[in-house]
């Protein structure tokens, strides 16, 4: 008994390293669909499903979110032992989704065909990745569809369906394999249904790739100018350094800003001040920014009052034109532990990320900014993995999506990949350029169709110049 439970656990494992390098930065996005087949026959003849699909879970988040427990212990300042259980609550909570689904496999299975619980289990999985997207504050980070971001044509779907549709794609998939290899009523319906199905989405996306391409061809051109900062997590909060952050970010623009260019976009809090509190680095700012005659896009820390008249911050984004603040958006959906600290009175001993700046208070609205004819949605960090914010940025009337970052938190692991990755489904859903700018991360330019133009490495000074459409 012990050694097949000692078997399982090392097939429930390598289904979980499948899952892994189906992910970036890795991409072999072939394993996503082997993953679940690798786990179901560890599952099928199990009498604890609820606790395998528990382990694959945990199996899978340890090694693919590590990165939370250098987040939380360098930046948090939480002792090392500390992050770790934080990480295992994060990770165990996560884990629950998978062991529901496995639960529901192993007790149902056996009730219907191969071809029908293909479709049952693949409607429950994006159901409880639904309710992973938007319980409590939501956590819908690198959903099963993510794996596929690079495999263009077939999801274009996702500008019809969203991201579940990419997730239900490749279940239905998973669970055509798995009942391929097993003796099953209509086994070979599942895999017929699957080519059939891929072959036609790959035709309809290729189609509509070269349509918007065509599209695309009429449009206004913007000439834009992205700036890479590449300002070290643990300096950027420091007051003496404020001044050479603010220099270094106006001369990569002034160096690089040519009769061409008509939008230069920094990153997230690429000015590390209160905006109008701090008032000399604001005022230094404003000076040495007053001749630029280019709007310039940056991230930076705003305040508000409330009712009772007390200032609260803000993590906000705005747009600059010779020094004065035209208009400003204050992130909505505000980052757990990086922002703020949810249940304060029962982690008292957790601190907020952004220890220099105080507490986040999330903006009331969802909202675009605009200058001249130009309309932009601006997504802060965090923001981007949420579909409907970009959503609600296109109905509000935004042109181009932008998404302003700092990914410095990561460290130089998988997370600024995965981020950047589903960036590229919210171009797709929306028909829309959308422009990505990291302090440093992956910085870089992504078609309605999903194709990135240019884009840079982790940890660089870089500058990118391109052209978007609206």
């Not at 905006?275 to 305040?303: C, H, M, Q, R």
């Not at 208009?327 to 907020?352: A, I, M, S």
């Not at 986040?360 to 609205?365: A, D, K, L, R, Y």
Request: one cysteine or more; a positive charge; charged letters at 20%.
């Amino acid at each position: 008994m012990k050694d097949k439970f000692f078997r399982d656990l090392m097939i429930l494992f390598l289904a979980a390293l499948l899952m892994m390098f189906a992910t970036p930065p890795f991409n072999f996005f072939f394993c996503a669909y082997l993953s679940l087949p690798v786990a179901l026959s560890a599952v099928k003849k199990s009498d604890k499903p609820f606790l395998y699909g528990f382990l694959y879970g945990l199996f899978y988040y340890a090694i693919s979110m590590y990165w939370i427990i250098y987040v939380l212990s360098k930046y948090g300042n939480i002792h090392y032992v500390i992050s770790f259980f934080l990480f295992l609550l994060l990770i165990a909570y996560l884990s629950l989704y998978y062991a529901v689904f496995f639960f529901f496999f192993r007790k149902f299975n056996k009730n219907f065909s191969a071809i029908i619980n293909t479709f049952i289990f693949s409607f429950l999985w994006i159901f409880l990745e639904f309710i992973r997207s938007n319980f409590l504050t939501g956590f819908p980070w690198m959903l099963v569809g993510y794996t596929q971001y690079n495999f263009l044509p077939v999801i274009q779907i996702s500008s019809v369906l969203g991201i579940y549709s990419v997730s239900f794609i490749v279940i239905f998939l998973s669970f055509s394999i798995y009942y391929f290899f097993i003796r099953e009523k209509f086994r070979y319906l599942p895999i017929v249904i699957s080519i059939i199905s891929i072959s036609v989405l790959f035709f309809w996306g290729s189609q509509r790739i070269d349509s918007i391409k065509r599209e695309v061809m009429g449009k206004k051109e913007l000439n834009v100018l992205l700036i890479q900062g590449n300002i070290d997590q643990s300096q950027k909060w420091e007051k003496e350094l404020q001044k050479n952050i603010v220099l270094k970010h106006l001369r990569m623009t002034k160096e690089n800003i040519d009769s061409k260019t008509d939008l230069v976009v920094w990153s997230e809090t690429a000015l590390p001040l209160i905006y109008g509190a701090d008032k000399e680095i604001t005022e230094f700012f404003k000076k040495e920014s007053s001749n630029l005659d280019i709007p310039i896009i940056s991230g930076f820390v705003g305040y508000t009052w409330d009712d009772k008249g007390n200032p609260k911050l803000t993590n906000s984004a705005g747009i600059f034109y010779k020094g004065e603040l035209i208009d400003k958006y204050d992130k909505v959906h505000l980052v757990p532990f990086g922002e703020y600290v949810p249940l304060q009175k029962l982690l008292f001993f957790v601190n907020k990320l952004v220890a220099a700046a105080g507490d986040f208070v999330s903006g009331e609205i969802i909202k675009t900014c605009t200058f001249h004819d130009q309309c932009y949605g601006i997504m802060i960090c965090y923001e981007s993995i949420f579909p409907e914010i970009s959503k609600k940025l296109s109905k509000n009337g935004a042109k181009i999506l932008i998404n302003i970052t700092n990914d410095a938190w990561f460290g130089n692991s998988p997370a600024p990949y995965q981020h950047f990755a589903m960036s590229i489904f919210r171009a797709i859903e929306n028909k829309k350029y959308l422009i990505r700018v990291a302090n440093t991360g992956i910085t870089g330019i992504i078609t309605p169709w999903g194709e990135v133009v240019s884009k840079t490495n982790l940890y660089e000074d870089r500058i990118i110049k391109g052209v978007v459409y609206y």
